[in-house]
């Protein structure tokens, strides 16, 4: 059942006594326990946890109020009340914390407190603290650090497609241009999996130095390259079978990404395809979203915005792709082809 609006505002005033509940939680092994056991007694994990029982059952129903733990039987009292995990809990738990945790390295104080004057105008987060695009060495292997650590779910779903997005052809490597496309982690796997696959990680010069460490220690590293360009100036290369964006277009307003996906469309051989895989706008991923939402408030020049897989479908139709197509996974994938024949007119036309 979803939470009430009455439920999400108490979560919200008591954010920060509901986070120590969860760390202390996770920190004291009470959630490995509870994972491990199907059921388990009050007494029990109070012993097993050194923890006063009069008090843990207290913790225990915080954690139930958060929907992470669940109680049994119905009506019983905390003596002879049973606990165990809700479902999902402990991945998301994992999914959750480890990511947030990582965020927390970001300068967010800067607007914590002042974010009425921010959105006044007044300054918000310092360039030397984070700029957009990244402006230090420091700032690019932070930033490309964090895109690194959400590519589990990313690389399951371009997994789950990878006989329609990278099937073989018979008279050459298939070239794959990432725009974007971070240190060449994402394009790393690619390459190791798919042995007929040549991939270019399409970036600013400032990344290269990141792609050339992932480069060395891959077995694929023959099929690995690197295209140096700014593609809010320069148009993209051309012949690619396949071009990817991947957590790229929702960082620019919406005339941009409309004419990157454009440029795309242009550069692509005959039969073709851009592939489009973002945190598609649901309520569930603007949750997920909401350090970036309120960080970005004081980083002006960054738009940040999710849109709905739907926005991409109707630009990649427009530019006369066909078979535009979202296809199912832990993040869905957008993609639409360009005809073996006929396409180069019509997108010339426009």
């Not at 690619?240 to 990157?260: G, K, S």
Request: aromatic letters at 8%.
């Amino acid at each position: 059942m979803s939470p009430t609006l009455h439920t999400t505002l108490h979560w919200i005033w008591n954010g920060a006594r509901a986070r120590e509940v969860v760390e202390v939680a996770l920190a004291s092994g009470l959630v490995g326990d509870l994972e491990a056991a199907p059921e388990a007694s009050l007494a029990a994990l109070a012993e097993r946890h050194r923890m006063r029982p009069e008090r843990l059952y207290k913790l225990l129903d915080a954690l139930e109020s958060l929907r992470l733990v669940e109680r049994t039987p119905a009506f019983a009292e905390a003596s002879a009340a049973r606990y165990r995990l809700a479902e999902g809990a402990a991945a998301a738990l994992a999914q959750v914390c480890g990511r947030e945790t990582d965020r927390e390295r970001y300068p967010w104080r800067a607007l914590h407190g002042q974010l009425a004057a921010v959105l006044g105008g007044a300054p918000g987060v310092p360039r030397e603290g984070f700029a957009w695009p990244p402006a230090t060495a420091e700032q690019t292997e932070r930033f490309e650090a964090s895109m690194v650590a959400g590519l589990g779910p990313i690389v399951a779903s371009f997994e789950a497609h990878a006989a329609r997005l990278f099937a073989e052809l018979p008279d050459r490597p298939l070239r794959v241009l990432d725009v974007g496309g971070g240190d060449g982690t994402l394009a790393r796997w690619i390459a190791e999996t798919h042995p007929h696959v040549h991939v270019d990680v399409l970036n600013l010069e400032a990344v290269r130095p990141l792609f050339e460490r992932v480069r060395a220690e891959s077995p694929a590293r023959e099929r690995l390259g690197f295209v140096t360009l700014d593609f809010l100036a320069e148009l993209l290369p051309a012949g690619y079978d396949v071009v990817t964006f991947v957590r790229v277009l929702h960082d620019w307003p919406a005339e941009v990404a409309e004419r990157l996906l454009a440029g795309a469309a242009a550069a692509l051989a005959p039969s073709g395809r851009v592939v489009v895989c973002e945190e598609f706008r649901t309520p569930e991923r603007l949750a997920a979203q909401f350090f970036w939402t309120y960080f970005l408030i004081g980083v002006d020049g960054c738009a940040s915005r999710l849109r709905e897989a739907g926005a991409y479908v109707a630009w990649l139709t427009r530019l006369g792709l066909e078979d535009v197509a979202v296809l199912p996974g832990p993040h869905e994938l957008v993609v639409g082809a360009r005809a073996a024949s006929s396409a180069e007119s019509r997108l010339r036309s426009r």
